[in-house]
């Protein structure tokens, strides 16, 4: 049974960090990401991570603040967050790539095939 668990989500001011984990089980995907959801508004892409060949990618929006990163020991996937914005609010999905996709498809989500149920993130200015 493939599970994806994400935790570390909470409020925080403007400026503010939080770092979420994502824990995987059942399933070892050499292409993680996180998406966030923000009401009234499509998932989006916010960063991933291709173990193969070790590449990173980012959405515009978050490049210099955000940091994907992953653990393969534990099979856990981080997204350390930084210079917090009330606009980050939203909630923040692990999801677990399809094996073999691209790198230019790292922020869609159909080339995803697991996710987790994602955690709430909450930024005040």
């Known amino acids: 049974q493939v599970q994806l668990v994400e935790s570390g989500g909470g409020s925080v001011q403007a400026g503010g960090s939080l770092r979420l984990s994502c824990a995987t089980s059942g399933y070892i995907s050499n292409n993680m990401g996180w998406f966030r959801q923000a009401p009234g508004k499509e998932r989006e892409g916010v960063a991933a991570?291709?173990?193969?060949?070790?590449?990173?990618y980012y959405a515009d929006s978050v490049k210099g603040r955000f940091t994907i990163s992953q653990d393969t020991v534990t099979n856990t996937v981080y997204l350390q967050m930084n210079s917090l914005k009330p606009e980050d609010t939203a909630i923040y999905y692990c999801a677990a790539g399809i094996a073999g996709a691209y790198g230019q498809f790292w922020n869609v989500p159909s080339f995803y095939n697991h996710w987790g149920q994602g955690t709430q993130v909450t930024v005040s200015s």
């Open positions: 991570i291709y173990t193969n060949p070790g590449s990173t």
